[in-house]
């Protein structure tokens, strides 16, 4: 059996690899207790009681708290998330998940938002969707956590699966664009439709933007299917393929500074 033929099998694509299909069919409370008795003298313990995180969010503008975010290290960041009650996601989310792997890695995997297992575990791509994507890593040589970095667009789980509406994906944004710019990657990969047009800012099909090089704040972008989207449509494993392949290119071009560009 080939090189190839291994890769395929170790991402479960060689059925319909030779369907040679075409390409291209197919992210105050208000505190308004009442304020201490005033006292002649003032006391000492009388200071202020620190406002809550939630409540300091509340009165920031959009341009504050995207200011705020962008300055975050990623201990900060983290805890941001963490505490984060900015979209109405944050209501039934058992976990937030903010995602895993190599802190400086060349690779950035960016899906849509958190599943089941997701919320339940607080990592990405987990389940069977993430075993996938650990398969299609694994077939181009690259592993979570080594030398790669997982995120999603959104940081808390859409109720029943559904996609993340444009105003939770815009609140989740800056989140986002400050992991990105911490991981300082070489080559983004857009797995969907949602993180795709998410990161891009624009709408268009995911056949539209498929095998091609994009740009995300400079930082080049490849855009492939959602592994979850791939365990209900088989046949687009085969292209799913030609996109790593397409990004694995790219990373070499890269490497040697001679990346395409759109
Ligand atoms: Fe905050 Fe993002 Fe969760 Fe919305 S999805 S509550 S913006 S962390």
């Known amino acids: 059996m080939s090189r190839r033929e291994d ?7 060689t059925p319909t690899w030779r369907l040679r299909e075409p390409a291209g069919a197919a992210q105050s409370a208000a505190l308004s207790a009442a304020a201490p008795a005033q006292t002649e003298t003032p006391c000492p313990q009388a200071v202020p009681a620190a406002r809550p995180a939630s409540e300091v969010e509340a009165r920031r503008s959009p341009d504050e708290r995207r200011t705020a975010i962008m300055r975050m290290d990623w201990a900060d960041l983290k805890n941001a998330v963490a505490e984060c009650l900015a979209c109405p996601l944050h209501s039934k989310r058992t976990n937030t998940v903010f995602g895993v792997g190599d802190e400086n890695a060349d690779w950035m995997f960016i899906g849509e938002g958190p599943g089941a297992d997701e919320d ?6 987990v389940g069977q969707a993430g075993k996938l994507l650990d398969n299609m890593l694994a077939a181009v040589k690259l592993k979570r956590g080594q030398n790669v970095y997982i995120a999603n667009a959104v940081k808390c789980r859409p109720p029943g699966n559904r996609n993340p509406e444009a105003e939770e994906l815009l609140k989740c944004e800056p989140f986002l664009q400050r992991q990105i710019e911490l991981v300082k990657p070489k080559l983004l ?8 047009v998410s990161l891009l800012a624009r709408d268009a099909s995911i056949a539209s933007l498929r095998g091609k090089v994009h740009q995300y704040n400079g930082i080049p972008l490849i855009v492939t299917y959602h592994p979850a989207y791939l365990l209900r449509s088989l046949t687009e ?6 996109d790593l392949c397409f990004a694995v290119k790219t990373m070499q071009d890269l490497q040697s500074g001679a990346a395409a560009r759109t």
């Open 7 to 13: 890769m395929l099998k170790e991402m479960e694509l």
């Open 189 to 196: 990969v857009a797995l969907g439709r949602v993180a795709a």
């Open 120 to 125: 339940a575990l607080g990592d990405p791509f």
């Open 237 to 242: 494993k085969a292209r799913a393929w030609e």
